[in-house]
């Protein structure tokens, strides 16, 4: 990309003194992959349907203007704040593309260097990557250290299933509960299945969303020789961000595997009478509907038919269920980035949640999981609503 930084001067107001002619900037933005700006008539739908409205001031439709024009200030906080949780892009009657547009300007920003205070973790995310596959920093060595106690196998030919159960179950001490119920069921259930533990390396859906496609690339390659060799078939992921990654996007590199998401999966083999439900689960609870499992990829009603044949559970909805679900705020790399309290989309969801009645929210991401664990933390709602994943309560009753 021949686009010399120091020829733009970005302004701390919302304004853009640009010496560059407008041309090159808006040609850079189409070779990011940003031609879509140009089809905005600004109606303003975009800005209606965007979470952030509710708790902050931020125009998707000004960003999109801005972009088109080639007036973007590639330094500030608003280019970082999409979750991609989707909302906008199917309701848009011009087709912008939203998500793609936003991320081609993110492209620009990462490949200058160019970060907002908010956004700089991303940096430091993409030096763990690089060096042990993971936004952790942790080593990868220690990638299966969650099986500790299990009898999880190294994948082998053969096996039925790869299960991939990502970095945060790999690595945070709570979704590593998910991962080791996980792992619980398909034993009990028989399944053949196996790890690859440190030969697995991020997907690389976030990182992407953030910019920096020479990382997804690397990873994505990576990840898909890996299968490749080790003859996989079928993936099983706990990560809608996994499930949307492997089977949309790697098929850019011309490789197709079977993904299932693991409440699909539960579903299945319950229903094929694999996996018998033999205990009750009293109470009432609520499901929340992951960005990325419902509206990114219309899987809705698996994990609430799986919850229904739950003896004792009832099952409530919030205000805002399936396709209209609240994003928790941790998609678009947003998980690695801090929004200051009263402006956290899981708050929000929090609340809804309770207003429920529900003992415990249920969900089946772990970004959500995180973003909701926090939240409840820090809005002292400990006694009020307990936080789950649909394996933790399916490890309860069979």
């Given at each position: ?310 003896p004792g559970l009832e099952l409530v909805e919030m205000a805002e269920s399936h396709k209209n679900s609240l994003c928790c705020g941790g998609g678009g ?66």
């Amino acid at each position: 990309m021949n686009f010399d930084r120091r020829k733009i001067r970005c302004k701390r107001e919302k304004t853009l003194e640009t010496v560059t002619p407008l041309g090159e900037i808006i040609e850079v933005i189409k070779e990011s992959r940003g031609s879509a700006f140009s089809r905005c008539f600004q109606c303003g739908l975009c800005d209606s349907l965007c979470p952030w409205s509710r708790v902050r001031d931020f125009s998707m439709r000004r960003l999109v203007r801005e972009a088109a024009f080639g007036l973007i200030d590639i330094g500030s906080e608003e280019i970082w704040l999409c979750t991609t949780c989707g909302k906008c892009p199917p309701e848009c009657p011009r087709e912008v593309k939203q998500i793609e547009s936003g991320i081609a300007l993110r492209r620009i920003a990462s490949e200058y260097n160019v970060f907002h205070n908010t956004s700089k973790p991303v940096r430091t995310v993409r030096g763990s990557l690089s060096g042990e596959g993971n936004p952790f920093n942790e080593k990868r060595e220690k990638r299966s250290a969650w099986t500790d106690g299990l009898s999880v196998k190294s994948f082998v030919r053969g096996m039925e299933i790869l299960y991939f159960p990502g970095c945060y179950p790999c690595y945070d001490p709570r979704l590593k509960k998910v991962a080791q119920a996980t792992a619980k069921i398909l034993e009990r259930a028989g399944v053949s299945f196996g790890i690859l533990g440190e030969r697995e390396n991020c997907c690389g859906e976030s990182i992407r969303k953030t910019g920096d496609e020479e990382m997804f690339i690397r990873l994505a390659k990576e990840n898909i020789k890996t299968f490749i060799d080790h003859d996989v078939k079928r993936i099983l992921v706990t990560s809608p961000h996994c499930y949307h990654t492997f089977r949309n996007e790697y098929p850019e590199f011309s490789a197709h595997f079977e993904i299932v998401h693991i409440a699909q999966y539960l579903f299945e083999i319950v229903n094929a009478g694999r996996l018998e439900i033999r205990g009750k689960y009293p109470g009432k609870v609520t499901y929340h509907d992951p960005c990325y499992l419902g509206r990114h990829n219309n899987i809705f009603d698996e994990p609430r038919e799986l919850l229904r044949k739950i003896p004792g559970l009832e099952l409530v909805e919030m205000a805002e269920s399936h396709k209209n679900s609240l994003c928790c705020g941790g998609g678009g790399g947003r998980i690695w980035m801090e929004t200051p309290r009263g402006q956290r989309f899981s708050e929000i969801r929090m609340e809804q949640a309770i207003q429920t009645g529900a003992e415990e929210l249920v969900t089946c991401c772990p970004y959500c999981i995180a973003m909701f664990e926090e939240s409840r933390i820090s809005m002292g709602a400990d006694d009020k609503i307990r936080v789950k994943d649909i394996t933790e309560i399916i490890e309860e009753v069979i």
